[in-house]
């Protein structure tokens, strides 16, 4: 089954820090760029990070730059978002995507409050 599973996500005090989690299956991941993008309540999807297939190559949104770092596993087929220094602003459900497939998967929740 082509799929995207996210997970990680949950309730953190701000200035913490999450690691989010999003495992591929049913292709080869290893060809495709990846991103995560994210949704607060009420608003529109917004871009946070993308990684190349290799991982040579990122890019972030200028909210996240500096707190944020998205990696990846080719051998695990799972690719990371790791988040620090978190702000109630960051507070939204967190999608995986495989633009190349335009595969989305179903999102984790992370809220940030104290």
């Known amino acids: 089954q082509v799929q995207l599973v996210e997970s990680g996500g949950g309730l953190v005090q701000p200035g913490g820090s999450l690691k989010l989690s999003c495992r591929a299956s049913g292709f080869n991941f290893y060809d495709q760029g990846m991103s995560w993008s994210r949704q607060a309540p009420g608003k529109g999807r917004e871009f946070v990070a993308r990684i190349t297939d290799n991982g040579f190559y990122t890019d972030y949104a200028d909210s996240v730059k500096g707190r944020f770092t998205i990696s990846r596993d080719n051998a695990e087929s799972t690719v990371y978002l790791q988040m620090n220094h978190l702000t109630p602003e960051d507070t939204a459900v967190y999608l995986c995507?495989?633009?190349?497939?335009?595969?989305w998967g179903q999102g984790t929740q992370v809220i940030v409050s104290s």
């Open positions: 995507h495989a633009p190349g497939r335009d595969l």
